[in-house]
């Protein structure tokens, strides 16, 4: 009985992440939409709670997860060979979202998914953006949302159910299948995702250290997010 409600505890805290994770990476997006109808005054306030929740949250966050580490795991380096490895990881992941792409151009007729169609439509049609909404909008494609994303799709669900070689298994097919499925609006989009997913997983158990998938997430994410800027502060 108590480990089942350990069990449901842990999930709870999982789905919660989930639900906060949601909410701070669409911030920056509604923060733009609501650009045009903002005062200045209003735009510098609503910037620095963002600061505020950014920095109290991620905090509190990625030290509750060191804590459930063991001391092996937290003194762990990120020296430049794991670097490098992160970077074949994220060159792995660009050609899989390249492939993806060209199938799904060929059966859909679409030029890219959902999710990427939506980020790059966010502040078209607007004059000029407050420049501190750009700055978080791109860290946070870019480095925030990697790193939240890792710690709440591989992190978390990993320190509190998977156990065993066979439950990694497992994990690997239900957390990736989770982080598709947040991450796009059509079926058909869905092994893109599963398959980034994946990698994400795979780079993570590598050592059993977040911050090898942190890294290959933030490779894979930020060449979209500096593009972006370079878009929006010249529109």
Sequence with gaps: MIKTSKILLNLGKVVALVLVTIFLNSLPMLLIARNDVLSLPVKILASLF??????????????YYQKQQPLEIREQKFGWKDFGIALL???VGRVIAILATFLLRLMTG????ANDRMIQSVGQGQGH????????????????????EE????????????????????GAILTSLVFGILHTSKLIELPVYF??????????????????????HILNNLP????LAISLFNQ
């Excluded at 505020?52 to 990625?62: K, R």
């Excluded at 953006?129 to 990697?146: D, K, N, Q, S, Y």
């Excluded at 994946?198 to 050592?207: A, D, E, I, P, T």
């Design 50 to 63: 963002y600061i505020a929740i950014i920095l109290i949250f991620y905090s509190f966050i990625w030290r």
């Design 89 to 91: 990881y994220s060159l």
């Design 110 to 113: 679409q030029q890219e998914t």
């Design 129 to 148: 953006i407050f420049p501190a909404f750009i700055i978080f909008f791109v860290l946070t494609i870019g480095v925030f949302a990697p790193i939240l």
């Design 151 to 170: 710690l709440t799709f591989r992190g978390l669900p990993q320190t509190f159910f998977i156990k065993g070689k066979a439950s990694k298994i497992i």
């Design 195 to 216: 398959l980034l997913g994946l990698l994400f997983y795979l780079s993570f158990q590598r050592r059993g250290n977040i911050k090898d998938s942190i890294a290959v």
């Design 224 to 227: 979209a997010a500096i593009l």
